[in-house]
């Protein structure tokens, strides 16, 4: 069996970076160990950021009417509620989709999966990965089927999907450092019976516990996340649900019937991550890459997006339009973010559940009486959306990010959001390429320069209108060089083709 890629895993970050690769014409092999997609909800929250790739791939629609919108937050103290928070529309202005969306990853793996097999691929299910090894020239793999015979794959790279405990990873010897938080978390997926509508998100507020419940598809269904108190005396594995049932109840204080127990399960949240994403021609993406804890539901949306950031630099070379050399930029990039994530949600976790006594007063004291002050204040939405959404996320300081100008916004940055002729500036963006982008305030004459850059990037000319010129902080033309993951590569003043074409030379070596 030969192709150009095997993918190892195929949760969220292997079916997604599969879609990628039927969007840009790689031939690719997924392999995992399941019979199937996982019938269960697991990771449940998806981003803007998310949201935006699958509209390339036509999914967004799709993801956002299978899922729950959560429309708002209620901060609830001592059996009472302190303060409900509006967050329906909370990144307005910053994204197509400022919300969080509750999709369970049953769901999102199914779906997925239905747009590879659209596309007359498929999974091969129930195989394994057994071993493999890398040469100059391309890596070999022996998987195990079904029937327990063994084949051999050769393939031109190999990007581990295979989660937490990767056997990609371990293969390559690469470091998986960190900690562990001593308290044992639980999740469960139930059916409640209580006096709250259900389109909110519920956030219990306690000294030193962790306890939300999250709206998920069905009348009276939520996913319960939390942790038990410290000091808890048996390992994960040997927990009851009813024991915890009984923690969930004394720990919220009011009347409530919790029924139709549909998965249960208890852990311990680890972080940590390698000390890089790539050694030769394999790869790391997802949970094989980095773990963390649940705060602010970062984990999978990250994993789609690492399969995002490597997708294209890998549909390049394989294509023969660019060196190897840009595949060192995924590594450069996604690390430097992995290392961001885990400061962020453990900050994020210390904020919701720390022990801290200042930070815990503050939690239960302090909070849910200015939350909604403060959520209504642009500034802080503009703080707090984009580093939750992961729209905030930028590769400024990388090797690909080039400034020719001094704008607001950088190279690096992911191509801010706003609306032209009621369309949004994505929906000229969804094919697979560069895209040079001219912002005109009437002073260029529009040329036909697209043979100019080689045939590498559609062209588009944008009036420089007042709501653009605000997000650029300017009023004169300039141009962005787009690359294909709509992060800006390139960005100059005036109509800069020859700095469009040296940039696209030095990045396509």
Known sequence: MQTDVLIVGAGPTGL???????????????????????????????????????????LAERAIAEGTIAGKTRLLEEGELRAEIDLSKFGEGLSAYPFLLILEQGRHETMLHERITSNNRDVMWHTELTTFSQTADGVTAEIKGPDGAAQTVSAKYLVG????????????????????????????????????????????????????????????????????????????????????????????????????????????VHTRHVTKFSVGRCFLAGDSAHIHSPAGAQGMNTGIQDGYNLAWKLALVLNGRSSAEILNSYNEERLANAIRLLKTTDRMFQLGAGEEWF????????????????????????????????????????????????????????????????RSIYDWLREPTFHFIIFNDGSAPQAQITDDLGGMADVHYIPLYPHIAEIFDTDQTFCVL?????????????????????YLRKVLS
């Open 359 to 422: 930070t815990s007063w503050v939690r239960v004291h302090i909070f849910p009486y200015v939350a909604n002050l403060l959520t209504r204040m642009d500034f802080v939405k503009r703080a707090i959306f984009p580093l939750v959404s992961q729209i905030g996320i930028n590769y400024r300081d990388a090797s690909l990010s080039m400034n020719d100008v001094d704008l607001k916004v950088k190279a690096g940055d992911r191509m801010p959001y706003f609306v032209l002729d009621g």
């Open 161 to 268: 999907c295979d989660g937490a405990k990767s056997t990609i990873r371990h293969g390559l010897g690469l470091e998986f450092g960190g900690g562990t938080f001593e308290r044992i978390f639980y999740v469960a997926d139930v059916d409640i019976d209580w006096e709250y509508s259900h389109e909110a998100l519920n956030i219990n507020l306690s000294k030193d516990n962790l306890l939300a419940f999250f709206p998920l598809p069905g009348e009276k269904h939520y996913r319960i996340v939390g942790n038990l108190p410290e000091g808890t005396q048996k390992d994960e594995g040997e927990l009851l649900y009813e024991e915890i049932e009984e923690v969930i109840k004394a720990e919220l204080k009011i009347r409530m019937d919790i029924s139709n127990v549909n998965w249960f399960s208890t852990y311990k």
């Open 16 to 58: 997604a970076l599969a879609c990628q690769f039927i969007r840009y014409g790689v031939d690719f092999i997924i392999i995992d160990k399941k019979e199937t997609t996982t019938p269960y909800s697991k990771a449940i929250g998806v981003h803007a950021r998310t949201l935006e790739i699958y509209e390339q791939i036509g």
């Open 482 to 502: 787009l690359r294909p993951d709509n992060y800006i590569g390139y960005i100059a003043s005036g109509v800069n083709v020859d700095g469009s074409k040296e």
